[in-house]
């Protein structure tokens, strides 16, 4: 097991750059994320580290092997990466055992030792009484989990997953997720996982590099990420909150509530301001006193097992909070804001 | 690169049991139908038993590309040829691809049916004449007939854009006095409808598209012969010619073969293979085929190779502008 | 699981590994060989004697003004016949393939022969059957009179039997797009409420564009270089195409002949760049990927239309294939042209002489069926990794090559055979052996010319592959070839075997190529046809022309016994 390392690594097309100077360490068996939404070159990331594009600059190392630079590039099948593509890409013409055992019978492992390893895959992705059936046969959740067994039967040291759920419904997710963490406790492998929606990031990785534009935005675990984003675009991204219009502050700290009261209090829209990003869970409906803030219910969202509350501060600006009971709209109440984080401007 | 290997052992595999070869080789380029180059080839064996023939038949158009294109290249293949006329031959000659041998039987000829300095000699006669369909209301005797209004798109007549032999039977009839250029624009205007050789005439006339037609001699006579229901007739203003020339290239491999091939086909034997096939031979002492009138009967046009060939592209722009108009 | 489509992404080509770089070289020289070369060598031949003055062969031909009227010519009576070949095949493709007809593998079977049968065969049944000696019209007493004229002797007369001769080219590139369509795209727009119509206007033609547009090329490519219709119906007519013009040349006394001849080819290879283009244009616009797995195909229910269908395609049948057939048979069983077949004259003669006689039927038959098989099977195994390739260049550059196989299919094939005259008439230099004079250069005229007739469409069929399949190999280790081999050959196995079939087809009753290059005893099918029937013997040509159609059926039905075996769809008359 070897390092994963994306050194300055850049990408144009036609002169269009659409990777821009990224650098990762992706240690041993770690699940990593590549989040962003569409267009923000995640896929072609995951593409040049398949080795299906060439890269337009910098390096991509595994362990001590160089797979891609400018200069030099390992093909595709000489990598032992496994991937997981989003329409799967399971071969029309080849039933699931042939399938699962095609990366084995390229390697010519022999027959008794593959149908070993073939039996193997399925079980992990419980699928063995379907070896003979064709593709067309299985459903979509079948299908990718067949994709699944064919990614992880050479026991590749790197697995790659092309937004694997996109094309699966809600409730065949949640499943298809169960069985991704399963499948990395049990492989062990570094597993590159491509997806546009955050909560699917944020339940499986270890570390999740969130990326717009082609650039990196932050790199760090879900939990880093959710509580002290960068910058505003990234605080609206991941998780549930809002960012509010402050006067200056400076940014990447926590504010508590004394200040961010005042801060609240002070701004005002011609002076130069700063933004803070308050979660949910840390505003607080309290009786009115001096110190509170005074805000009016603008909608209130029945969710089961609780109601978002949507609020507008005096001043305009919008703040999105929790409650256990139904509020009425337009009902004037106090809250009380216990702690913000400050954030970055967008670039 | 496989590939390339593979391919180049396919063709050497293929080229290899032709490079076999014994004897000597004569080899023939002709336009005689496949049946009669056949007979001629294994009569001339016949009589020659150390000499092996090897020969090519096209018609004379595709023969004479193929060999132009061999010639281009910068290869003599054939020693000798045979092909339908003198016009083709004399343009041979000019362009100097023919070896002149006086052949010691040409005695027996007529001096306008090969050239003086025995580059090429007539094998046969083959006219073109009048066939029309047994079941047709009018029974054409001479040209004049196709100009009539009863003939009014009813005749079909081989194309002289397409054919050589028609080119020099389009050059005699605009010779002749009685009929010239004026002629032909009466054709046109009679809707006469070219095409693009005799065996399209035949077919039309044969067939009952077109009750008339345009055509070469023998091909009527022989197709009726079997029952075909047509009827040829030799036109009283007279019939216009092609003699089926043979001649030696220049550079050919077996120049003692080719002039024996010369010699076989203008002696008594060879001439009478050409009555046996079913056409006039040139030589005037021999028969004429079954089918055929009294030799004296068949009036020939006169007709001047050299002349049309000099004329050839003007007499073809002439025709399309007055057919394609 | 509603399968969506996704514009296809272009690989452009990583550092090429070894495998692809010798492909690539490899195929290189063999496009140079059999493309380029012989395309040059007439483009040389139409520049030899150009000189400054105004009379140089080539200045000639360009100021002609018949030159021009030609190529208008050529242009309206190949246009027009394309858009009947397109029509007549998408039509008998569209119902064949897609609808619960009966008896749909006699359908298609019977649709693959009127290829087989010599267009002047068809033409003069034609002219036979509306003409003043139709028997049917007699028996009705309205023929016409006898040398009334006749409408197949025009511009449109020319089109519709071109129309008729390349139909099955769009009818086979255009099946092998058509039982890719995987059913759900149908349920998918029934549920949106769309009416069959519609669902065929919207779905169906969109997905198959490509192909289509792809067969259409290949009936325009293959109507221009056509000489035996518009000789037959053209020529009477006084109407001139490019290929009868080059044959006027060719029939002139002329010494410069040759030289006119390329430059009027030259012509007509500029005429098929040009369409190229215009190909490009259109299948870029169309060029959707299948995502990657193939559920049951398509198929309409036709209900109370299904028996007017029918009715319609047998009447269609009976105009092209069973009056010329029947013509054909009778031709070849009356003792001479243009006698009654009656009890009396009734005989067999024909086949007893074609038979028995000289064994010069027995070879033409073996070098027809030889020659086919070859070149049938060494292109589709060339145009598996030549397709491959191609693919993977960039649009531009694969235009350019596309158009280079193009030029020795559209140039007529007596042109192309002139090409390979002025090439090999010597013996090949170092090896010192001569492929002049023996099957094998027929067999390299074959290549070239029929090397785009494969090839399409495979390329079609490529084009409309998900990439991911091949990317998911790649990830499973398996070099390009292994790949070609394992994945995408099965993929596209039903194109390849029509690219093979359309070859063996086109190849098995080939005339103008082998007119100039057959020798003694190399003799094909063709040449001994057109031979016997140029020399008054069209009795005997019939009998081989039935011969033929016999031998070619019965090949196919062989095929169909194969077909369990093979993958499938890749035998059309198979279901």
Redesign the interface.
Known sequence: MARLILENLHKSFNGEAVVKNINLTIEPGEFVALLGPSGCGKSTILRMLAGFEPVSDGQVTHGEICLSSNKHHVATEDRNFGMVFQSYALWPHMSVKDNVGYPLKVQKIKSDERDRRIQEALEIVQLEEYADRLPAQLSGGQRQRVALARSLVTEPDVVLFDEPLANLDRHLRAKMEETFRAFHKRTGATIVYVTHDQSEAMSLADRIAVLNKGELVQWGTPQALYATPKNTWLANFIGRGSVLKVSEIAPQQYVNSTDLHDLIKRYSSEQVFSSVLVRPQDIRFVPADAFSIIVTVDNCIFRGERYDIELTLEDGQKLLTYSDVPMTINSPHHIRLEQAWSLESES | ????KT??I???A??FP??VQAQDVLTLYTSQ????A?MTVDAFEAANPNIKV??????T??L???L???L????V?PDVLLIADS??M??MV??GYLEAYLSPNRTKYEDSLYSDKGYYYGTKLITTGIVH?K???QSPTDWSDFIKPAY???V?MP?P????AA?IHLATLTDEKTLGWNYYEQLHTNQV????????V??A???????YGVIVDF?AI???A?????EFVFPKTGVSMVTEPVAIMKGAKNKAAAKRFVDFLLSQEGQQLVLEQGYLPARGDIGVPAGFPKREEIRLMPFDAAKT?EN??AN?ARF?KI??? | MTPSLIKARFIDGPSMDSQLRWLSIGLFVLIATLSVVPSLRLLVEALSQVTLSASSPLAEVLRSERTWIALKNSFYTSGLGTLIAVVLGCGFGFVTTLTNIRGRAVWVFCFMLPMMIPPQVTALSWLQLFGPASPILNTFGIAPTLGSPQPMYSAEGIALLLGIQSAPLVYLALRTQLIALPQDLLEAAQLAKASPFRVWVDIIVPLCRSAIVAGAALAFVSSLGNFGIPAMLGIPAGYIVLPTLIYQQMAGFGNDMLSQVASLSMIIALLVLAGMLLQQWLQQRSRYALLGHTAKSISFRLQRWRLPLELLLAVILCFILVAPLFALIVSSLVPALGMPLTLDTLTFSAFHEMISRQGVTKRAFENSVFLAFVSAFVLMVVSLPLGYLLMRLPMRTRAVIASLIEVPYAIPGIVLAIAFILLFAKPLPFIEISLYGTLGIIFLAYLSCFLSVCLKPVLSAMSQLDPVLEEAAQLAGARPLKRLVDIILPLTAPAFFAGGLLVFLISINELTVSALLWSAGNETLGVLIFNLDESGDSVLASAIAVLVVMLVAGLMSLLSLCAPRLPKGVIPWHD
């Open positions: 690169m496989t590939m390339k391919l180049l396919c063709a050497a293929l080229a032709l490079s139908p496949n049946k009669d056949q090897e020969w090519v038949r096209d018609g158009t595709k004479m590309t193929k132009r294109a061999e281009s290249s910068g290869v293949k016009v083709t004399e343009s000019s362009d369909h079941k047709a209301p009014k798109n009813q079909a194309s854009l397409y054919s050589g080119l409808k070219a095409q693009g050789g005799n065996g399209g035949l077919k006339v044969a067939s009952g598209t077109k009750p091909l022989r197709e009726a079997k029952g075909s229901p047509i060939l050839n592209e073809k399309s057919f394609e108009g």
